[in-house]
């Protein structure tokens, strides 16, 4: 399993429509508000053979009043 987390920058005053259409697609974990130079950090799980870059691409290609993006993959969780 690989986690990562795609920060969204949303168009001005789209950030909880965004959120509402990473809800109903249910394939985020976790989605959060932020603040800074994002608005969304959402976090994702894939099986280890989903490539990441095409299933940000096609996840992200769904998704309107998107403005930006930007991908962290994480590699060990310190619990």
Known sequence: MKTFFVQIKCEIGKTYEV????????LASEIYSTAGRFDIMAKFHV???IDIGLFVNDFLLNLKNVKDSETIIAFKAFL
């Open 47 to 49: 099986d280890n053979d």
């Open 19 to 26: 959120s509402d259409s990473l809800l109903s697609m249910n």
